[in-house]
T-cell receptor, first 115, second 109 residues
Framework: DTEVTQTPKHLVMGMTNKKSLKCEQH?????MYWYKQKAKKPPELMFV???????INESVPSRFSPECPNSSLLNLHLHALQPEDSALYLC??????????????FGEGSRLTVL | QQQVKQSPQSLIVQKGGISIINCAYE??????FPWYQQFPGKGPALLIA?????SEKKEGRFTISFNKSAKQFSLHIMDSQPGDSATYFC????????FGAGTTVTVRA
């Protein structure tokens, strides 16, 4: 069983809706990540939080808004999304933000469909 | 612009056979090379990783071969089993992970 828990597993939303994806880890990791994965493609980095501070934003559109309330939680707030934003959104964590040179632990993802 | 090129896109192997996946990179600043395994409906999971000062690393049936001068590395799955059927991503890291395009491996019983 994954130690990174993501909710919800599936989400369908309209282009005018506001919704949030949630991620939780209890491994004491201080770096947390959001990735987007399209079918049959590799994960694409969106955001990195290190010690609860945003350290990397991969030029993600402002309709995606990350939040790290504490060292165990990571949220991704969604607003005014487009159908092309439909994808699997993966949360990951690692002991520290060591430039990606440590093991990333991924959750099972939230499957998002934008109508 | 993909920083890590992975091939083949897919492969089929018989049970007990050897699966080989190849990756190449250009950026010599990369200092960590992991392989991730992803099953349908699941997130990727670290399978095995290597650093550029080592030429080979073996963990069970999985071996990474690393050729620093050629800027290439590969994953060998020995004695492939149906449970190894998954998508495999190579990756390289400097400040962040750059993933290859992925290889779907199907092991036929």
């Amino acid at each position: 069983d994954t130690e990174v828990t993501q909710t919800p597993k599936h989400l369908v939303m309209g282009m005018t809706n506001k919704k949030s994806l949630k991620c939780e880890q209890h491994m004491g990791h201080r770096a947390m990540y959001w990735y987007k994965q399209k079918a049959k493609k590799p994960p694409e980095l969106m955001f990195v939080y290190s010690y609860e501070k945003l350290s990397i934003n991969e030029s993600v559109p402002s309709r995606f808004s990350p939040e790290c309330p504490n060292s165990s939680l990571l949220n991704l707030h969604l607003h005014a999304l487009q159908p092309e934003d439909s994808a699997l959104y993966l949360c990951a964590s690692s002991q520290v933000d060591s430039g990606g040179s440590g093991e990333l632990f991924f959750g099972e993802g939230s499957r998002l469909t934008v109508l | 612009q993909q920083q890590v090129k992975q091939s083949p896109q897919s492969l089929i192997v018989q049970k007990g056979g050897i699966s080989i996946i190849n990756c190449a990179y250009e950026n010599t600043a990369f200092d960590y090379f992991p392989w991730y395994q992803q099953f349908p409906g699941k997130g990727p999971a670290l399978l095995i990783a290597i650093r550029p000062d080592v030429s080979e690393k073996k963990e069970g049936r999985f071996t990474i071969s690393f050729n620093k001068s050629a800027k290439q590395f590969s994953l060998h799955i020995m004695d492939s089993q149906p449970g190894d059927s998954a998508t495999y991503f190579c990756a390289a890291s400097m400040r962040k992970l750059s993933f290859g395009a992925g290889t779907t491996v199907t092991v036929r019983a």
